[in-house]
């Protein structure tokens, strides 16, 4: 079994910075993609940003300049540095990653439990 574990989030003023951080563990052939969605009270989850083991990244405009992705693939890890948060970035972050668990399966979706995030103005 793949598991991720999400650490990091918390309570912030605006302005402020928090570091996300998420690790795969269990039965692991490869990760493709590694990235962070957003969902914010009542509305839709969201891809805020993603890399992909070769280190491409892509953001939502919203978080661009601001937040920062990347990954460790010795550790099966990725970040999310996120500064200048505003209260528009509140929610609960969630930790996807595309892996394929051995060589004989295709790959698969898997996701964190969620990490909250609360910016205060």
């Known amino acids: 079994q793949v598991q991720l574990e999400e650490f990091g989030g918390g309570l912030v003023q605006a302005g402020g910075s928090l570091r996300l951080s998420c690790r795969a563990s269990g039965s692991i052939f490869r990760i493709n993609t590694m990235g962070w969605y957003h969902q914010a009270p009542g509305k839709q989850r969201e891809l805020a940003a993603n890399i992909t083991n070769g280190g491409t990244t892509n953001y939502v405009d919203s978080v661009k300049g601001r937040f920062t992705i990347s990954r460790d693939n010795a550790r099966n890890t990725v970040y999310l540095q996120m500064n200048t948060l505003k209260p528009e970035d509140t929610g609960v972050y969630y930790c996807?990653?595309?892996?394929?668990?051995?060589?004989?399966?295709?790959?698969?979706?898997?996701w964190g439990q969620g990490t909250q995030v609360t910016v205060s103005s």
């Open positions: 996807h990653a595309v892996i394929r668990s051995t060589w004989l399966r295709p790959e698969d979706d898997y």
